[in-house]
């Protein structure tokens, strides 16, 4: 059988990079993505072959906003019960995290799923579900929210499309992008479709690609060979998953529960029709909704703290060890971003395999 780890197979595909002789930078959007690169040393074996693969925004934790986490703060401590994913519960804010007003009597709760959610709401007064993620979290949202639910739970969106994000990062043109590494879960949902019309418009090479390191190393190789063949093309490295029409029966539900909304992103402006929020009909379950009143009352909060620099991480613009604060005043215990608290954080992923501290 194929081996998707298979050393040998790893290095032959580092000698066909080699041998194309390019200089070309890679964008990926997913923080497994960046795992599997930084934990089975594929960064290190690109270094020689002239091709550079940067994290962008692909950390579900790390592009919610510090103001979408102050909203689910002022929540909590306004007595409503909010239901989070762990990794979100040590994001700090200005005005503190979700695990301080934990500890400060609000209830926070910690839960696995959307269904959890749904099940504590019997033991609550109101309950609200922070859901988080891209195309491959929304449809879980989604088929849920078809079901008949509790009068006290609804959902808060911070939901995000991946395309409009790619869009923002080059139109805003702070560095050049050679090609894109789309992530193969977003497409086993969306199909590779969606990315076509993306190539044409930026004439820019993608390839869809799954998570093992021999996935990773062939869409690397396949995007050179598009640029040195002069092709624009979206490629699918993860055809035992991901079909060209992806999940049409997932995708159609999303749609009619989810309709694209105008939000900014951390560590961007506001992004065009880049977010998910819950359709008219699901109003009674909508937490942005139902707390309007209470949410328009808190004043914005600032972005980052003390120097942190993860916007610049999710635009592609540094590496982590290019923050002065990684591994010294920010590490996993105090971070100070969310770069450095969630898991699929590029701060967070380079402090547990390069060791530091
Ligand atoms: Fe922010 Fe810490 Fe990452 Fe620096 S190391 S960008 S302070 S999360």
């Excluded at 959007?29 to 693969?53: A, P, S, W, Y």
Aim: negative net charge; charged residues 25%.
């Amino acid at each position: 059988m194929f081996k998707l780890r298979d050393e040998d197979a790893a290095k032959k595909i580092i000698e066909l990079i080699k041998k194309e002789n390019v200089n070309l930078r890679f964008m990926h959007v997913c923080g497994t993505h960046q795992d599997t690169l930084v934990r089975f040393g594929i960064e290190q074996m690109l270094k020689d072959t002239g091709v550079e693969i940067r994290q962008g925004p692909g950390c579900p934790v790390c592009v919610t906003t510090a103001d979408e986490i102050a909203d689910a703060i002022t929540l909590a401590n306004s007595g409503v019960t909010i239901a989070v994913f762990g990794d979100m519960m040590k994001v700090p804010t200005p005005i503190g995290s979700l695990a301080d007003a934990k500890s400060n009597g609000a209830d926070v709760r910690i839960v696995y799923s959307i269904e959890d959610a749904v099940r504590l709401s019997s033991e609550v007064d109101k309950m609200v579900f922070m859901a988080i993620g891209f195309e491959t979290t929304s449809p879980t949202t989604a088929a849920v929210m078809v079901e008949d639910l509790p009068e006290n739970f609804s959902v808060y969106s911070c939901h995000r499309i991946l395309l409009p994000a790619l869009q923002a990062i080059i139109n805003m043109g702070e560095f050049h992008i050679d090609g894109l590494i789309e992530p193969g879960h977003v497409a086993v949902i969306t199909g590779t479709k969606i990315f076509d019309e993306f190539s044409v418009k930026y004439n820019i090479p993608q390839v869809v690609t799954g998570f093992e390191p021999l996935d990773l190393l062939m869409a690397t190789y396949m995007l050179v060979k598009q640029i040195k063949e002069g092709r624009a093309d979206v490629e699918n490295e993860y055809k035992r998953l991901v079909k060209p029409e992806g999940n049409v029966k997932a995708f159609n539900l999303v749609n009619e529960v989810f309709k694209p909304v105008d939000r900014a992103w951390r560590g961007f402006p506001m992004i065009p029709l880049s977010a998910y929020d819950l359709r008219e009909k699901y109003d009674d379950h909508n937490a942005r909704k139902i707390y309007e009143d209470l949410l328009s009352k808190r004043a914005p909060v600032k972005e980052e703290i003390g120097g942190c620099r993860c916007g610049e991480m999710l635009r592609g613009i540094i590496d982590p060890e290019q923050c002065p604060a990684f591994g010294k005043a920010c590490n996993p215990r105090y971070p100070m971003g969310p770069c450095m608290v969630s898991r699929e954080g590029g701060c967070n992923i380079a402090f547990r395999y390069h060791g530091k501290l």
